[in-house]
């Protein structure tokens, strides 16, 4: 995700604290900055303030949503408003503008992080906050993951990369989308972290749970 926060303590503390609960977490501090990374990066969401050192939020909403921010994918990517400004018209020109969500501050980052999963689950698995793949069972809100009802013991890359497979059960996800949406914008494109990442966390649901589709990525396939 991309947090577009101008206050440095916040923008830090969002950033460690999402990066704790296992999201891959970009910070921009100006909306130039942050259309610089939108242009390059496909996001799944967007924390974003209003007030902006060199504009506004809802400009940047609007031309996210418009098109005339020219991104990678879909133009699909959840935004998030964070901001002081809890007037009711300012919420309701956020949403008016593209936002998906309105969270004032200060909040508590609990509420945060439940916002966040409530977007990034819109879509898929019917909105629920629990994830099923045959045997296999990761609970969204509380991080955690069993196969058979046994506990997997996973770090928060496997936890990442076996929720991004489960989103999307029998499609093959390349290793550049998995570092993309996984990691964060400092991770090495050469580096083999994917390929190690993968192979641990194939070990942990079992041989034959990951299927190396060659030369095209990964495929989760776990029998009911």
Not at 5 to 19: H, I, K, M, Q, T
Not at 25 to 54: H, K, Q, S
Not at 161 to 178: A, G, T
Not at 187 to 206: E, H, N
Request: proline residues 4%.
């Amino acid at each position: 995700m991309l947090v577009v926060e101008d206050e440095e303590d916040l923008a830090e503390g969002l950033r460690v604290g999402l990066s704790r609960a296992g999201y891959a977490v970009d910070v921009a501090g100006t909306c130039a900055r942050a259309g610089d990374l939108l242009a390059v990066n496909e996001y799944d969401l967007m924390l974003l303030d209003i007030n902006l050192p060199d504009g506004d939020g809802f400009a940047l909403c609007r031309a996210l949503r418009d098109g005339s921010l020219v991104t990678p994918g879909d133009n699909d990517v959840r935004v998030l408003m964070l901001t002081a400004r809890g007037r009711v018209d300012d919420r309701v020109r956020g949403l008016d503008e593209g936002a998906d969500d309105y969270l004032v501050k200060p909040f508590a980052l609990a509420e945060l992080q439940a916002r966040i999963r409530a977007l990034l689950r819109r879509d898929t698995n019917g909105g629920s906050a629990v994830l099923r793949v045959g045997d296999v069972v990761l609970d969204q809100p509380r991080h955690t993951a069993t196969r058979a009802g046994a506990r997997l013991p996973l770090t928060p890359k496997e936890f990442g990369v076996l929720e991004y497979l489960m989103l999307r059960p029998e499609h093959v996800v390349s290793s550049e989308e998995l570092l993309e949406h996984v990691w964060d914008a400092n991770a090495d494109p050469f580096t083999q972290t994917v390929r190690v990442t993968v192979g641990t966390l194939r070990r942990k649901l079992g041989e034959g749970s990951i299927e190396t589709v060659v030369g095209r990525g990964y495929r989760l396939r776990v029998p009911a």
